[in-house]
């Protein structure tokens, strides 16, 4: 397994930018689908963006297609979302996730992913 570590979040006005890093340990990164999720307050955690481990599929949610970004860095062992035209109901904590022998129905579904980030709080003001 890897260990990740997120960073980027913080508090910006609706429209503004931010950009995510999540930070893998271990010499297999390469080998991982990365994904980023979201949870609101009282809501349930889904996924907003996820990446082939060769980088050459992208997966997006409806709800941020078009502003948001997903890419890797495997020299870096990094995997980035940058966020655009962000509204206030981008407001979460977002996750970054791991998941091996991804398929295009899994990589959409928290279960299928075995190591998880701690966690950066996004809030957009309106």
């Known amino acids: 397994q890897v260990q990740l570590v997120e960073s980027g979040g913080g508090l910006v006005q609706a429209g503004g930018s931010l950009r995510l890093s999540c930070a893998a340990s271990g010499r297999t990164f390469s080998s991982y689908t990365m994904g980023w999720f979201r949870q609101a307050p009282g809501k349930e955690r889904d996924i907003v963006a996820a990446?082939?481990?060769?980088?050459?599929?992208?997966y997006y949610a409806d709800s941020v297609k078009g502003r948001f970004t997903i890419s890797r860095d495997d020299a870096k062992n990094t995997v980035y979302l940058q966020m655009n035209s962000l509204k206030p109901e981008d407001t979460a904590v977002y996750y970054c996730?791991?998941?091996?022998?991804?398929?295009?129905?899994?990589?959409?579904?928290?279960?299928?992913?075995?190591?998880w980030g701690q966690g950066t709080q996004v809030t957009v003001s309106s």
């Open positions: 990446i082939s481990w060769s980088g050459g599929s992208t």
């Open positions: 996730a791991a998941q091996l022998f991804s398929t295009p129905r899994t990589v959409q579904q928290d279960k299928y992913y075995r190591s």
